[in-house]
């Protein structure tokens, strides 16, 4: 899971509850793709866990900007 999904995380969860709610058959099918996806970048991570993705250079600060930047977004984008 990229920094960016890390950080978006609880916002898709609660995106999840929200369209399993609705009584269509549309909204449960677009949950449904986004559990795939989710799973998928959780497999991601632990990848790149497991292959010492803390190592790489400029991890730490990289990691702030980034995180830092997608709170931001989510935020913005949660005002609209």
């Known amino acids: ?3 960016l999904e890390l950080n ?13 709610k609705i009584d269509n ?3 449960k099918d677009l949950a449904q793709v986004i559990k795939v996806l989710r799973d998928e ?12 993705a ?4 400029f991890y730490d600060p990289l990691s702030f ?3 830092q ?3 931001t977004a989510i935020w913005i984008a949660s005002r609209f």
């Open 1 to 3: 899971m990229s920094l």
């Open 8 to 20: 978006a995380f609880p916002s898709v969860l609660s995106q999840i509850r929200e369209l399993v």
């Open 25 to 27: 058959e549309s909204a």
């Open 41 to 52: 970048e959780l497999d991601h991570l632990n990848t790149a866990m497991d292959n010492d």
């Open 54 to 57: 803390k190592q790489a250079t």
């Open 65 to 67: 900007v980034i995180s």
């Open 69 to 71: 930047g997608c709170k």
